[in-house]
């Protein structure tokens, strides 16, 4: 037996189908799942179209925390649809105001060793406690609770060693900008970054999750972190040390790449717009006035850094032309600071203390004044996310934040702060656990529970194979680095209509071209052309069903991100790659196209594209495998797992 890396362990552990190959198709047990809302009731809505009584993975969560703002019915309907299915199937519910799903999920649930599935990108939050955590479609994990095996190409696994010790106002989002400015948005594509050296003995567990959270941004598959003493005493404070398992990897582990940063070298960082690896030293950007400063998200919403936040803003102000919002991670982590005598200190400094949501993270209110600056603890600054288009959002860690919202300008913490602020910082020795999840009900009477449904909850449409010879417009061509916030935008607006595929459908790349909507109505459906990175981001599957529904056949790229790839195949449009990247410039939009896939050419990976407005044609290359050809052949994945459960 080799020497394994942590990856590896738990892969193994897992392993139902395949072999841990690199690049081979694995199929895992998946031991967890969580869902949130805004991806949560198409998922619901699959899983019950599976048609089994109840969910059948060890634990399964739905967490109300993205679609809290109620203006009108729809997103409490969607809120009771949740809690209903969710007493239905035997699924823990945590009601809106509960906190954010990833902070609630490392605070009572994540386990180490343990896998989790969940339909948000930034599932890996838990890699902070040493659990493979991965964000996957709202299909793939409907199918996880019913206890189908995850498919994924076995990623490669690379060593991130941290070495030496961080510097005062330093902290573990500076570390992961360090990481990105390094290797960029698409660096961590088909990969799982594990974390290695004595550097990590200065980061706690919410530090690390802050890391792994934001590995999400590098496109990496998960990140992962051991677990030792100090997850240990993470566990215990939340009162479940009987989880805790030490996980390390074994000597000698072989990494297929190793990348070393020294936390002694890192500075103050931040990310300027509109992407999170544009990233620059606080000193080189340091004076721009700031309208607006938000603490939160699954990032950075810890009780650590909330402490950090409140005892900075200890008999300080908020600067007068700032507002600053904060957004706690958890009830558990309000009622510390209470309890403390901490959460004064916001209140006093003329912070506006909100919900524990996400809230301005997804553009759910919130949003900066017109070309404002708004400096923010969160880990997307995509153009248009916060709700205000011409807005500019960085992206930096608390203490930077608090330091931009006392000067009312991009500041430095270390020119702003004495150091022995830091020093006089105590965690408590028990966490404040306050459990407002529902819980599961015994299978006889939860099989009496009526599902209330609203009527903004739609049902899924049903959609029929599409592949052979696919004749069609190029209806856009967009460049590199396009998410799925480009793609399908979210926002305080358009986020309510997650149920309601027809509505959200007129949304398909509204940001960036109003007339999206209307050109794929008017002809019937087409063609997507991009560059590089196609689809970073969310998991939305709605980046793919809306396409979808408006009659998208394939997109055409020079590369893909891993979850919206997934997402593409189980509603069955085909993702196509440019075989020679430079054929990108010879296609424009309004270009009508043929492509010829058919199950041989699929299964060949020989697929011609001819331009036929312009006489001449293109190879397309694909990396799908046998069974994702198979959904797509047959129409999407729920066709495909019909056939296999046979309903
Ligand atoms: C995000 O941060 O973009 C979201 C909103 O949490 C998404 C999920 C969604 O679009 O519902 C994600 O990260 O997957
Ligand atoms: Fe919520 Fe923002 Fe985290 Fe997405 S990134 S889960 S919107 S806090």
Request: charged share 25%; hydrophobic share 40%; proline share 5%.
């Amino acid at each position: 037996m080799h020497p394994k890396t942590i990856s590896e362990k738990i892969l193994q552990a897992h392993l139902i189908d395949g072999k841990l190959e690199k690049g081979s198709e694995i199929g895992l047990k998946i031991d967890q799942t969580l869902t949130q809302d805004a991806t949560g009731t198409i998922a619901y809505l699959q899983f019950e179209s599976i048609g089994i009584d109840r969910v059948r993975n060890e634990l399964a969560v739905s967490y109300v925390d993205h679609n809290t703002l109620q203006d009108d019915f729809k997103n409490p309907d969607d809120h009771r649809f949740l809690r209903t299915i969710a007493e239905r199937y035997g699924i823990y519910f945590s009601p809106p105001g509960n906190g954010i799903c990833h902070q609630l999920h490392l605070e009572r649930f994540a386990v180490p060793g343990k896998t989790l599935l969940g339909s948000d990108s930034h599932t890996p939050t838990a890699g902070g406690i040493g659990m493979l955590a991965i964000g996957a479609g709202g299909l793939d994990v409907a199918c996880a609770m019913a206890n189908e095996p995850f498919y994924l190409k076995m990623p490669e696994i690379t060593e991130v060693n941290l070495s030496g010790n961080l510097i005062p106002f330093v902290s573990a989002k500076d570390v992961i900008l360090e990481i990105l400015r390094t290797i960029t948005v698409s660096g961590g594509v088909g990969k799982i970054l594990e974390y290695s050296g004595d550097g990590i003995a200065n980061l706690d567990v919410p530090g690390r999750a802050t890391i792994t959270n934001m590995g999400t941004e590098t496109g990496a598959t998960t990140s992962i972190f051991l677990s030792d003493e100090i997850t240990r005493n993470f566990m215990e404070m939340q009162n479940r040390v009987s989880d805790w398992k030490n996980l390390n990897a074994d000597n000698n582990a072989y990494y297929d790449e190793k990348l070393v940063i020294n936390l002694l070298e890192i500075e103050p960082n931040i990310a300027s717009p509109h992407g999170p690896d544009n990233v620059k030293k606080v000193r080189d950007v340091q004076g721009i006035n700031v309208e607006q400063v938000v603490i939160g998200s699954c990032t950075n919403s810890s009780l650590r850094d909330l402490k950090v936040v409140a005892n900075l803003l200890k008999d300080r102000k908020v600067s007068k032309d700032v507002d600053l919002i904060i957004a706690p991670g958890s009830r558990s982590v309000v009622e510390a600071l209470i309890e403390s005598g901490e959460y004064s200190y916001f209140i006093r400094a003329g912070a506006r203390v909100i919900e524990n949501v996400c809230g301005p993270c997804i553009g759910m209110g919130y949003a900066p004044p017109s070309e404002g600056v708004s400096i923010r603890t969160i880990n997307r600054n995509f153009p248009g996310r916060s709700g205000t288009k011409d807005a500019k959002v960085y992206i930096s860690g608390p203490e930077t934040a608090v330091a931009c919202a006392i000067t009312g300008k991009i500041s430095d913490p270390r020119d702003v702060f004495a150091q022995k602020i830091l020093k006089c910082l105590k965690m408590p020795k028990s966490f404040p656990v306050i459990n407002n999840f529902i819980n599961p009900i015994p299978v006889e009477t939860a099989k009496n529970t009526i599902i209330i449904r609203g009527p903004n909850i739609k049902p899924l449409p049903k959609f029929e194979p599409q592949t052979g010879k696919m004749m069609g417009e190029i209806l856009i061509k967009v460049s590199d680095n396009i998410s799925t916030d480009h793609i399908m935008p979210a926002g305080a607006k358009i986020l309510p209509l997650r149920s309601n595929i027809p509505e959200i459908s007129k949304y398909v790349f509204n940001s960036i071209d109003a007339q999206f909507y209307q050109r794929a109505t008017e002809k019937k459906g087409g063609f997507i052309v991009g560059g590089e990175n196609y689809g970073q981001g969310s998991s939305r599957e709605h980046a793919a069903i809306a396409p979808r529904y408006l009659g998208i056949k394939a997109v055409i790229v020079k590369s893909f991100a891993r979850i919206h790839t997934a997402n593409l195949i189980n509603f069955g449009i085909l993702p196509l790659m440019f075989e020679n990247k430079s054929d990108y410039d010879r296609i424009e939009q309004g270009d009508i196209i043929e492509i010829s896939a058919g199950i041989d050419e699929l299964r060949n990976n020989n697929v011609i594209m001819k331009i036929l407005s312009k006489n001449f044609e293109i190879g397309l290359k694909h990396n799908l495998s046998g069974k994702d050809i198979e959904i797509i052949v047959g129409g999407g994945k729920l066709n495909f797992i019909a056939e296999r459960l046979k309903w």
